[in-house]
């Protein structure tokens, strides 16, 4: 059974940052994408970025510049570094990897990052 384990939210000030880690088990396949997603109250989920197979990357644009996705390998999921956060960041952030060939998406239960003074 995979489980995606987020890690690293929390309360911090504007212009501040935060390390989002994902720790995953049971994972069993190749992953073709990877990526962080966030949900404020009453909104929809919405990708912040994701990393493929190649290692190739890509940002919402609220983010480019400020965020940055990363991992160890190909096969373990990813980190997010977030600098300069604003307010506006304040969401439940949620891990995600795409299992190759299937599409099946796999998903955390997300950490809480707040972004207040």
């Known amino acids: 059974q995979v489980q995606l384990v987020e890690s690293g939210g929390g309360l911090v000030q504007p212009g501040g940052s935060l390390r989002l880690s994902c720790a995953g088990s049971?994972?069993?396949?190749?992953?073709?994408?990877m990526g962080w997603y966030r949900q404020a109250p009453g909104t929809q989920r919405e990708l912040v970025a994701d990393?493929?197979?190649?290692?190739?990357?890509n940002y919402a644009d609220f983010v480019k510049g400020r965020f940055t996705i990363s991992r160890d390998s190909a096969e373990n999921p990813p980190y997010l570094q977030m600098n300069s956060l604003k307010p506006e960041d304040t969401a439940v952030y949620y891990c995600?990897?795409?299992?190759?060939?299937?599409?099946?998406?796999?998903w955390g239960k997300g950490t809480q990052v707040t972004v207040s003074s």
């Open positions: 990393i493929y197979s190649d290692g190739s990357k």
């Open positions: 995600n990897v795409e299992q190759l060939g299937t599409g099946a998406n796999y």
């Open positions: 049971g994972i069993r396949f190749r992953i073709t994408r």
